[in-house]
């Protein structure tokens, strides 16, 4: 088979998180096509499940659907040099207000290769506690609310459309698998 070729590049947006880029692509026929492309920093999950296998959730409003929903603590990889598992050690304290004891890395989810690089890396934590610093909350952080609800009902949420983001669906259903088995710590926990 014949590899995809890059024949050219332009972009088209730079943003604040994201860019986009228009690509001419050799096709495995020879012809070339045109793709859009929706350039992506990355971002970290945490499925953080306390002692009572309670997983913790946010519920925040997301300005492209319009209405709030139910998701995991998470954040963009948006400091220089940070590896995934700092990242989410940050962001579980910064949306939760949690640290956690123990980290496995549960799955990497790309969430829509047909039209972005983005890539999630999802995290479980463990032997979870209350953190005794602070942290400024700003824009859609400031009506961010912070639940706890059983890792089955997180289940049966994510089956029956309740919880409908794409890293609170993969991060539950792996944990809820990843319970049952034995997990690996993640690098640097």
Same mark, same amino acid.
Request: no cysteine; net charge negative; aromatic share 4%.
């Given at each position: 088979?014949?590899?995809?070729?890059?024949?050219?590049?332009?972009?088209?947006?730079?943003?604040?998180?994201?860019?986009?880029?228009?690509?001419?692509? #050799?096709? *495995?026929?020879?012809?070339?096509?045109? #793709?859009?492309?929706? &350039?992506?920093?990355?971002?970290?999950?945490?499925?953080?499940?306390?002692?009572?296998?309670?997983?913790?959730?946010?519920?925040?409003?997301?300005?492209?659907?319009?209405?709030?929903?139910?998701?995991?603590?998470?954040?963009?990889?948006?400091?220089?040099?940070?590896?995934?598992?700092?990242?989410?050690? #940050?962001?579980?304290?910064?949306?939760?207000?949690?640290?956690?004891?123990?980290?496995? &890395?549960?799955?990497?989810?790309?969430?829509?290769?047909?039209?972005?690089?983005?890539?999630?890396?999802?995290?479980?934590?463990?032997?979870?506690?209350?953190?005794?610093? *602070?942290?400024?909350? &700003?824009?859609?952080?400031?009506?961010?609310?912070?639940?706890? #609800?059983?890792?089955? &009902?997180?289940?049966a949420d994510v089956l029956a459309g309740r919880i409908t983001n794409g890293p609170a669906i993969a991060g539950v259903l792996a944990a809820s698998v990843a319970r049952r088995s034995d997990l690996e710590p993640a690098a640097g926990s």
């Amino acid at each position: 088979m014949t590899p995809y070729e890059t024949v050219s590049s332009t972009p088209v947006f730079a943003g604040r998180v994201i860019s986009v880029r228009t690509d001419e692509v #050799r096709m *495995s026929d020879g012809s070339v096509a045109q #793709r859009e492309v929706v &350039e992506h920093p990355g971002a970290v999950a945490i499925v953080a499940l306390d002692e009572e296998d309670q997983v913790v959730l946010v519920n925040q409003y997301r300005h492209p659907v319009g209405r709030r929903l139910d998701e995991l603590p998470a954040g963009l990889l948006d400091v220089a040099g940070e590896a995934p598992l700092a990242a989410a050690k #940050r962001e579980l304290f910064e949306e939760a207000g949690l640290e956690a004891a123990n980290w496995y &890395e549960l799955v990497r989810m790309m969430t829509s290769p047909g039209m972005t690089n983005e890539q999630i890396t999802i995290f479980l934590a463990t032997g979870l506690t209350a953190s005794d610093q *602070s942290f400024a909350a &700003e824009h859609e952080e400031l009506t961010m609310t912070v639940s706890r #609800r059983p890792l089955a &009902e997180a289940v049966a949420d994510v089956l029956a459309g309740r919880i409908t983001n794409g890293p609170a669906i993969a991060g539950v259903l792996a944990a809820s698998v990843a319970r049952r088995s034995d997990l690996e710590p993640a690098a640097g926990s």
